[in-house]
């Protein structure tokens, strides 16, 4: 079975040979549901990487898309990895949802680092990861975000000594911190982060500019962001100067 950034790769790999594909070849090529072969082609639609039609999809370009990909994978794991060498070998971590959480988990490589998440698919997929420890906190399971949120979720997590938050969130405002498309996940996370907590953010440059719905760790919660080096240099100095560290992958 694929996992989510090598379904994609493969996706846009097809449709720069052939300049269409449909889902349920794509499905039974790379063993999955055709469920979630629409709901790959519905994410990489929304970041215009292809055309959805009936029951499958057209490439926009040819090259241009695969090679697009790529990069930014390449750019995620150098991020994950930047971000494991901020990690601490004995910790208690909660990361969010994300395909850079994976990333990030897959490159952490102590045995006392227990990671803690609402997402299961993230743990599912760390299962064959036996350096690490993980716990998931059940819940309400949000269908749209594919994460458990609520007062269970919170409550389960707040009972595990969280030490460090890792988050993977939709933008980055120098103003008003991180933000999330989703609101439940949104609400669930700010309810997360321990008084305590040293909070990362992690993520590529192009997503730090994204407008989302709710805003949800302020500025003053965050000690340190993590990204590429194509973001501006105007917003590294934005940001330094709201009192979070940039480190560059």
Known sequence: MYLASQRKE???????????????????????TDETVRNDLINLEKRGFLKRVHGGALALTHKSLHEDIVTQ???????????VQNIPTSVVMFIDSSTM???????????????????????????????????????RFDREAQVYVGQD??????????????????????????????M????????VIPQDAKVIIAMPSTSIANSPAFYT??????????TDDSIAPEMVEQIEKSGVKVEIA
């Open 184 to 191: 439940l996940q949104s609400e669930f996370i700010r309810s």
């Open 101 to 139: 959480g994976y990333q990030i988990c897959n490159h952490v490589n102590s045995r006392d680092t227990h990671i803690v998440s609402n997402n299961p698919t993230l743990l599912t997929r760390l299962e064959g990861i036996p350096s690490l420890s993980f716990y998931c906190t059940g819940g």
């Open 217 to 226: 760790v302020a500025p003053n919660l965050v000690n340190m962001l993590i």
């Open 73 to 83: 994978d390449h750019v995620s794991i150098q991020i994950a990895k930047k971000t």
């Open 10 to 32: 493969f996706i846009l790999k097809t449709l720069a040979e052939h300049g269409a594909a449909r889902t349920i070849a794509l499905a039974k090529q790379m063993k999955v």
């Open 153 to 182: 979720a919170a409550h389960a997590a707040g009972s595990l000594n969280i030490e460090l938050v890792v988050l993977t969130p939709d933008c980055y405002s120098p103003k008003h911190g991180a933000g999330y498309k989703n």
